[in-house]
């Protein structure tokens, strides 16, 4: 079987199709090299001495892992000096990440989750990398907070890396999503899983029930209807999964459908996930793989950021049922 890598399928969509340009090509794979090192560290665990806490907040009050900071560092290290970015935005960094002065300065800006699911580190379960690029307004120009408020539709690449029992790499370019395997024995992503498809249908759905007392009544309405099964208004079973790492949930969902939420409730009113590197770029991915993502009430894809580190609720996954969640919003 002749395979692909992930450098010959950029290559063909830049030469064939100018879907992309040799900037964004040259962004893509130094994303993808960052997660090929960061999946390294990852699977080295307590023999690297990577796990455990790294002894400082983040902006959002919340304790770092000593991983969230190393997968951090490389990724800024591996993307500063290639002369295709205008500037970097990371979850754990408070403000855009300049460009030092020393380094060529590009059209892109940049992104990241370093380590989505950091609390799945220590206890060996599936964490990941999630990324999102647009397009700097000023063409290259000093990029400060201002140039990343850009909605969803407007990213031209989005991305994950999943590090689970195999590294993978799921990426869109906005034609299709495609997932790519790590070969560790030549240390590349091979394409595996062309254009992946969400199943409409699903009987398979991922919360933290833990959170059910605090659920606006539109999720109750539809966890409690799922949870009725056969005997209930849906007359079927439904099946619960929650990795609490984003990446691995979404994952699955593109492998055999189901219907991700972390909706707002009493304690988390704005929702608790990201808008820009985390919703969005699921976001596209999901919509671009047939399933559909909202906040309950909008298109995540449409919403307009106003700050780096909003915060938004996120209902995402096979279409129909996104569809029924976002109806009994409106009811
Ligand atoms: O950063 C967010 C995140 O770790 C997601 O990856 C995951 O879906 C969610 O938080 C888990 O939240 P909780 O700890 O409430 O289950």
């Known amino acids: 079987m002749k395979r692909i890598t992930l450098t010959q399928f950029l290559i063909e969509r830049q030469r064939g199709r100018n879907l992309i340009n040799a900037d964004l090509r040259l962004l893509i794979e130094t994303v993808a090299r960052a997660c090929k090192a960061i999946s390294t560290r990852v699977s080295k ?21 000593k991983l969230d900071v190393i997968s951090n560092e490389i990724l800024l290290e591996a993307n500063e000096w290639g002369g295709n970015l205008a500037a970097l935005a990371s979850e754990e960094m408070d403000l855009p990440y300049r460009i030092p002065t020393h380094y060529p300065r590009g059209e892109y ?53 999943v590090y689970g029992p195999t590294t993978q790499l799921v990426l869109t370019l906005g034609d299709g999503t495609h997932g790519f395997t790590l070969d560790r024995e030549i240390y590349t992503f091979v394409l595996t899983h062309p254009d992946l498809r969400i199943p409409e249908e699903t009987q398979e759905f991922a919360i933290n029930v833990s959170n059910m007392r605090r659920w606006e009544p539109p999720v109750k309405r539809y966890i409690d209807e799922c949870l009725a099964g056969k005997d209930g208004p849906r007359g079927k079973d439904f099946n619960m999964r929650w990795v609490a790492s984003m990446v691995a949930d979404v994952y699955r969902i593109l492998s055999r459908g189901g219907i991700f939420m972390y909706p707002r409730d009493a304690k988390n009113r704005d929702g608790r996930l990201r808008l820009m590197y985390e919703a969005n770029p699921m976001a596209l991915i999901v919509e671009q793989a047939g399933g559909a993502a909202t906040d309950g009430r909008s298109r995540i894809l449409e919403l307009q950021p106003q700050k780096l580190h909003q915060r938004v609720a996120v209902i995402l996954g096979s279409k129909n049922e996104v569809e029924r969640v976002t109806s009994y919003h409106a009811a």
Do not use: H, W, Y
């Open 45 to 65: 665990g307590a023999l690297a001495d990577v796990l455990g806490a790294a002894g400082t907040d983040n902006v959002q009050g919340e304790a770092q892992k």
């Open 109 to 161: 800006l940049l992104l990241f989750d370093p380590l989505d699911g950091s609390s799945n580190i220590d206890v060996n379960i599936a964490v990941g990398t999630i990324f999102s690029v647009l397009r700097c307004p000023e063409g290259g120009a000093e990029a400060d907070e201002k140039a990343f408020m850009q909605p969803g539709t407007a990213q031209v690449a989005a991305g994950f890396a």
